[in-house]
């Protein structure tokens, strides 16, 4: 059974920082690129980031580029996204997802959330102005 699993959301001020962790089980890690996508209130789901399934190319929505930071321990079988310098705009539900691409180049990314077969079930953020 896979299984995704946001945790790090909380409630911080804006200028503030916070790190999400994606723990996934029931599928070979390395053999899938990863993503990070929000959804706010109201809103459609949206990209955020995407990282390879060898870590070596990342991509970023051009709202959080420079300010967001997304990684993979593939020991640790972990995603990883670092938020900083978080605004009142950053508030939503981040949701991690899973799409295998053993198939294709150890550098390709999706940013569309249509290319992932698997998600977690979302971690809130909500950011104070």
């Known amino acids: 059974q896979v299984q995704l699993v946001e945790s790090g959301g909380g409630l911080v001020q804006a200028g503030g920082s916070l790190r999400l962790s994606c723990a996934v089980s029931g599928l070979t890690f390395s053999s899938y690129a990863m993503a990070w996508f929000r959804q706010a209130a109201g809103k459609e789901r949206e990209f955020v980031a995407a990282i390879s399934r060898s870590g070596g190319v990342t991509d970023y929505a051009d709202s959080v580029k420079g300010r967001f930071a997304i990684s993979r321990d593939n020991a640790k079988i972990t995603t990883y996204l670092e938020m900083d310098s978080l605004k009142a705009e950053d508030t939503a539900v981040y949701y991690c997802?899973?799409?295998?691409?053993?198939?294709?180049?150890?550098?390709?990314?999706?940013?569309?959330?249509?290319?992932?077969?698997?998600w977690g079930q979302g971690t809130q953020v909500t950011v104070s102005s």
């Open positions: 997802a899973a799409r295998n691409t053993i198939m294709y180049s150890g550098s390709v990314v999706y940013n569309d959330l249509r290319s992932y077969g698997y």
